[in-house]
């Protein structure tokens, strides 16, 4: 019998992350051998193509869920700061891609777009300006600007303040170097740019089948869905990136740190507009809070996208549900991941989020007029007929065992890895691309020990001369690093800090 391929690592999923894993180890070692496997005819094809996420580079700029407020009225700012270097690393990596000169233009999938906060009520400024004094104090925030000046505000985001009552109460924040990301093409980019290195394959129309044990490895079977024929790798590493789908497959592999773990699939919609009379007069993401009880996914906000050089509005979103874990998913993704391990935290989850439920039956049944209704306490003149429903992609949130309520449901992503390093899986949703280079660097510390700390520290320190820790409390280190990044990544006229939004 012939003997099975055999590489370094498989990836399976053809997103940001398998993209941006495979990128960095091949930046580590240029001699690793790798395959990318993808069920889709193309890369980026579910939760990574634009219009199946809202496109912020989340920094903690404008997300007011990043920074709970306690009843004492305090806020809470460490999540907003840690996102935010986060999202300063991934920067990084890119700066570095695009100043190799093989990597292509970075203007195809980052563009500069002002981040707001928007509140409304009484309660809402008063958290708001709370906020705003935390947070400017950090290094990080330091360029917020807060008003609760209509006038002002009708300068920040002309398309929201007509039609208003005037004495509603209003206060909004502004940073003006907040981005969008087009993270299809930075991961198209990127597949791109890897499928040019030796040793390297991205294959597509393949699932994968089986994951089975080999020594300290694992034999993955790949099944060509055009013709049915199957292939088995031999592989050192095999990483799960396929979201939704990775928990079926990290259930599949059996290993011990998957116990317990199930997933409950939310689907996404947005209100979009095209007509560029509406679109001019918005240039900014503004985000809202959520209704009370509502989840922290359900946070409202209006953004300029800017998808293959051109640009439209987004506001939601409004959450679905269906069993799915995939957009192109089966009906039964849901229903066959239940095990023995997981059916005690799916059943407290279910007992103990009932308004959880409650909330994804009232959106599934809304009317276009209902969700209109939303779009115009941001929007007051907005009209019916510029605005379409898209359906966005899947988020399968996880839900994780819990030794006081038995399971809960976690709004997050969460790397779950074999204690010996042999494979790693990533589940869960938000903040997700923003910061997948930080989430593939603990990837690589926690499987690849040795050598992240041995023969790849260098190249480690070269790409990410400053990571999270420092850039929370090193002030001047910080400007320097995001300066430097902000002019590589052609955010900023390199002889001016001031983002020009032509």
């Excluded at 209509?150 to 929201?160: C, D, F, R, T």
Aim: proline content about 5%; some cysteine; overall charge neutral.
């Amino acid at each position: 019998m012939a003997h099975n391929e055999a590489v370094d690592v498989v990836l399976v999923g053809a997103g940001i992350m398998s993209a941006t894993l495979a990128v960095l180890l091949k930046e580590l070692d240029p001699a690793i051998k790798l395959e990318v496997v993808e069920l889709m005819d193309s890369g980026a094809a579910e939760s990574s193509n634009p219009w199946n996420n809202a496109g912020t580079g989340h920094a903690g700029l404008c997300e007011l869920n990043y920074t709970p407020q306690a009843a004492d009225g305090s806020v809470d700012i460490k999540k907003a700061v840690h996102i935010n270097t986060q999202f300063e690393v991934s920067k990084q990596f890119w700066s570095y891609l695009t100043k190799k000169g093989t990597f292509g233009s970075c203007k195809s999938f980052i563009s500069p777009v002002p981040h707001l906060s928007f509140v409304q009520g009484e309660s809402g400024v008063s958290f708001l300006k709370e906020r705003f004094n935390v947070l400017s104090k950090h290094h990080a925030f330091a360029d917020m600007e807060y008003t609760e000046d209509k006038g002002k505000m009708a300068e920040w985001m002309p398309l929201m303040m007509p039609g208003r009552s005037p004495d509603e109460v209003l206060a909004a924040t502004r940073v003006m170097n907040g981005t969008d990301v087009n993270f299809g093409a930075l991961t198209n980019q990127l597949l791109k740019h890897l499928s040019s290195a030796p040793d390297t394959q991205v294959k597509y129309c393949k699932r994968v089948t089986g994951l089975k044990r080999n020594g300290a490895g694992w034999t993955v079977s790949i099944k060509d869905v055009n013709n049915g024929n199957t292939r088995e790798v031999d592989a050192k590493f095999v990483f799960l990136g396929a979201g939704g789908a990775a928990l079926p497959l990290l259930q599949a592999s059996g290993i011990e740190e998957s116990k317990g773990f199930g997933g409950f699939p939310i689907s996404g919609q947005w209100l979009r507009c095209d007509n560029p009379e509406v679109v001019k007069h918005h240039q900014a993401k503004v985000y809202s809070q959520a209704a009370v009880g509502s989840p922290p996914m359900s946070v409202p906000h209006l953004d300029t996208r800017v998808v293959d050089g051109k640009k439209s509005l987004l506001f939601g979103p409004y959450a679905g549900f269906t069993t799915k874990f995939l957009k192109h998913g089966s009906f039964m993704d849901l229903p066959m991941s239940v095990r023995a391990g997981n059916i005690g935290p799916m059943l407290a989850v279910a007992k103990n989020n009932m308004d959880l439920t409650k909330y994804l039956v009232s959106e599934v049944m809304q009317s276009m007029e209902q969700r209109l209704e939303s779009l115009r306490r941001f929007y007051p003149q907005a009209k019916a007929e510029d605005w379409r429903l898209e359906v966005a992609g899947q988020r399968v949130q996880i839900i994780k065992k819990d030794p006081k309520k038995g399971g809960i449901l976690q709004f997050g992503t969460e790397l779950v890895a074999a204690k010996d390093g042999s494979l790693a899986a990533l589940l869960g949703a938000s903040p997700g691309a923003s910061v997948t280079v930080s989430i593939m660097l603990e990837l690589i510390e926690k499987c690849f020990p040795a050598k992240a700390s041995g023969e790849w520290a260098s190249k480690l320190a070269e790409i990410f001369p400053a990571r999270e820790k420092v850039l929370e409390t090193d002030a001047a280190l910080y400007r320097k690093i995001n300066t430097q990044n902000n002019i590589a990544l052609e955010l900023v006229e390199e002889s001016s800090e001031t983002p020009s939004f032509a």
